[in-house]
C-alpha cells in the first residue's frame, strides 16, 4: 500500500470505526501501566468527552523514561540561548533527572495531584523541565506566556487557583529583558492563592525576594534525589490549562487529559512531519502556547526526538539567525509562523542564501493562513524548492493538529491547509448549519469527537457547551471561516468570530474593549481588525471619551500603555481612532462591519448602513478619520 492508500484506508476506518482504530493506534504510541476498558465515549450535547477511560499511565514517563533504555545519551534538547554561539545540549538521561529533582522538588513543597502550577519562564530548558515535573506528579501546569503583563497574570493564576509560581528573576529575548520576577511581583501584590515562588537565576541580575514566598530554584531542586517514580494517573485526569482568548468575556482556560491528548501528540506529529529519529527537529513556538505545549514538547519529547529550544527572536541580532541556527544545528524539521516568514522575507533572500540549509526536510506553519507569496517564499527560497510546505490548520482547543498537506498524500496548494487528519471529520455550513456547495465558505465545524480535543473550559463547563457546541447542534464549532473544494481540501481563511489573530497572537476583540474603557476617561471602546502585510491582521480601536475629556496627543500613547499594562504588549492597538459616536444598530450592537471598512479607508462601499440607530454616526466618523484627532502608533 503506498501512503495514499493507507492514508485513504485508515481515514476510512477511523470515521466508520473510530474505536477500533484508535485502540491500535493507541497500542503504537502508548505504554499505560494499566489498559483501558473502553476507548471512546463522547456526546456532544453535554459537551462529555472520554477517551481509554481506565487506562492508568503517566505522560512524563512517555517523554523521558521510555526512552533511557535505548537512548539515554540521545539529545532531547539542543538548547539555543538568545546570543547566538552558546547552545547546550541535553540528553534524554540528563531531562530525564532533572525532571525528577524538580518533581521531588515539588512534592517537598506540598504541592500535590491536581493542584494547579503556573510556569510562567522564557524559552530556557527548565520551561520543559517544568512541565514535565508537574504531570509526572499529576499536578496540572498552567504555562502563561512571558510577554504577558503582571495584570494578565494575575487573571490567570486567579482563575485556576495556582498553589505555586515557577519563575525566573528574568528573561532575555532579542536582547531585551524580560523583567518575569517582577511581574510576578506585581501580579501576586492582590492575594492569591500562591503561596509560594521558585525563581530560576537565569540571569546575573539580582532581584528582590519575599523571605516569606520564594526560593531559589538551585537551592530547592539541585540537591534533590535524581529518580521519581512516576504516578499513574487516570486517563481523564488533567495534564494542563491553556488560557486562549474568545469572542466574549475573559480567556478561557482550556483543560486537556492525559491519554486522548498525548495519543494525539504523538500520532500527529510522527505522521504530520514524517518524523525519523535521526531528525533535528525545531518548532519555533514559545512554551506559552499551544503549538509549544504539543509539538515543542509532548509531541516530539514522547516519540524521544532531537528538539531546538530557542530563547530568541527571528531578527536577532540580524535576520540571519534562524538561518544560522539551521546550519548549526544541522536542522531537517522547522515547524514556525508566518509572521515569521514574512518578517523574514521583508528582511532579503542573502540572510537566508548565505547559510546552508540543505539538511532541511520538512517546513511547517502554523498559527494564522500564510499567504500565497509567503508560502512560495517559503517554498523556495528557504527550501529551495525541495522541501515540501505543510500549513497546518488547528487550534489551542484541538490539542492537534487536524488539517494540513500529509506528505505522500495531499498536493502542495499554496494557502490551503489540505485534508483531515484521521479521525477528523470536517464541514462547512451556512448560518442554517447547512452544508454549503463547494468552494462557498463558512462556518468550519467538525463532526466526529478525536482524542486531542479539550474536555472543558476550567471551572466552566457550560461556557464550554455553549462555546462551542450550541451554534450547530452535535457539531464542534471551531470558530473559523473556511471553504472546501470537491477533493475535500480545506483553505481557512480566518477567524468569523470577534477574534483577531495579530502575529499569530490571538487575541480577543472584547479583552481589548474592557482594557480600554477600563482606562477613567474612556466610557466606550470598539476594536477590529484590519489586514496587515506582517502581521497578518493589525487592531485598529475606537474609543469614546467621557464629555469633560478632549483628545490630547499624549492620550493615544497612554492608551497604548493601558492595554500593554492590562494584557500584554503584543496586544497593542496599531491605530487609535477618538470619536464622538460609534454606529450602533437599533438593538444596541456597534456596527463593528462599518468600523471595519472605515479604518480600511474603504468610504466609497460602506455596505448597508439602513438598520443603524444613528446614521449621523457615519459622517462623524469619516471626519474624525480625516481629522487630527486620528493617530497612528509609528
Ligand atoms: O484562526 C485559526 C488560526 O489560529 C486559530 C487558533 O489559534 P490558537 O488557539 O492560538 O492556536 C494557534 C496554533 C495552533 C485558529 O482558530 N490558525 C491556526 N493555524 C492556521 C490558522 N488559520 C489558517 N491557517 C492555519 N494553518
Redesign the pocket.
Known sequence: MNKKEQYAAWYRQSIENPSQFWEARAHDYLSCFQPWQKVCYWDYTTADIRWFEGAKLNVAYHCLDRHLQHDAQKIALIFERDEPGQSEHITYQTLYEKTCQLANALLQLGVRKGDRVCIYLPMIPEAVIAMLAVARIGAIHSVVFGGFSPQALHDRIKDADCKLVITANEGVRGGKVVPLKANVDQALEIPTSVTQVLVIQNTQTKVPMNVLRDLYYHEVVNHQPKHHEPVPLDAEDPLFILY?SGSTGKPKGVLHTQAGYLLYAAFTFDYVFDYQPQDIYWCTADVG???GHTYLVYGPLSQGATVVLFEGTPQYPTPSRFWQVVEQHRVTTLYTAPTAIRALMGAGDQYVTAHDRSSLRVLG??????NPEAWQWYYQVVGEKRCPIL???????TGGILLAPFLGVAEQRPGC?GLPFFGVVPAIVDVAGNITPPDVAGDLILRQAWPGQMRTVFGDHKRFVQTYFRKHSGCYL???EAKQDQQGYVT?R??ADDVM?IS?H?IGTAEVESALVAYHCVIEAAVVSMPDALSGEAMAAYVVLRADYIWESDLEKKLMQQVSAVIGKFAKPKKIYCVEVLPKTRSGKIMRRLLRKIANHELSDLGDVSTLANPESVTALIDALQKKNISSEA
Open positions: 486562549t502556547w499551544i503549538t506553519s502554523v498559527g494564522e493562513p500564510i500549513d497546518t490548520w488547528w487550534q489551542t482547543e491547509a471551531s470558530g473559523d481557512v480566518g477567524r489573530n499569530g490571538r
